[in-house]
């Protein structure tokens, strides 16, 4: 009997950043509408709503692949995806002018200074963050849908 | 409809039963002398129940006392870090 794996991997692998995109969506448009803010925040939304968990999921039926020849931890696995991650947005958001890049530091949103010293560990940062969450929500999901 | 119509749909369909269970019989083998495992599983299940699920390790709470570290000294960085989840 075929038990479809691969359909489990990818709903265990955008179920993560999909539960935060009402929070999110409804935080850009709190910002947009209730505070006025000028800057047009939608033109940012494309990244995080639409290719954010279509990534999470398809990296999580990889991660079923590779499995069978070489089994990695789930955690891990997930701290690689900012390396991925991190270069594509950054693209993104140039490309739609949501992130500026300055001579000391890029601007994003028009509003979030960030210096260049500050990028490192703010990356470090963000690759703690995906292999938290891979190891404990997404490996949790993937042993209660059987596939881990 | 006829009684003569009636009856042989009945006929019809108590020999369709026969033949689906002679089917089923013949798909499902028997279990024969394997009806019962052959150790007791209870005690591995009471085992199993009574396990506590493992504590985080002190690495993983660095990382996230690091994570926090970071969006509180780097307040910027919050909006920048949900951009990318």
Partial sequence: MNTHPYIRAYLAGVFFPTLGLPVMLAGFLVLRFVFQVQFPIERGLVFPLALVPSVWGLWNMLWLALRASRPIPAGLHGAILPLLLLPAGACIATSLGLLALGSHGVTWFQSCYVPYALIAPCFLAAIAGYYLVWKYVVGFLNRTLGIA | ?85
Avoid: C, H, T
């Fill in chain 2, 1 to 85: 409809m006829k009684p003569n119509d009636l009856s042989q749909n009945e006929e019809q369909i108590n020999q369709n039963e026969e033949e689906f269970q002679a089917l089923l019989r013949k798909s499902l083998p028997s279990i024969g002398n394997a009806a019962e495992p052959a150790r007791d599983l209870w005690p591995a299940m009471l085992r199993r129940l009574d396990e506590k699920p493992a504590s985080v390790p002190w690495f993983d709470w660095a990382l996230l006392a690091g994570l926090l570290g970071v969006a509180a000294f780097v307040p910027a960085s919050i909006p920048v870090l949900l951009y990318y989840l």
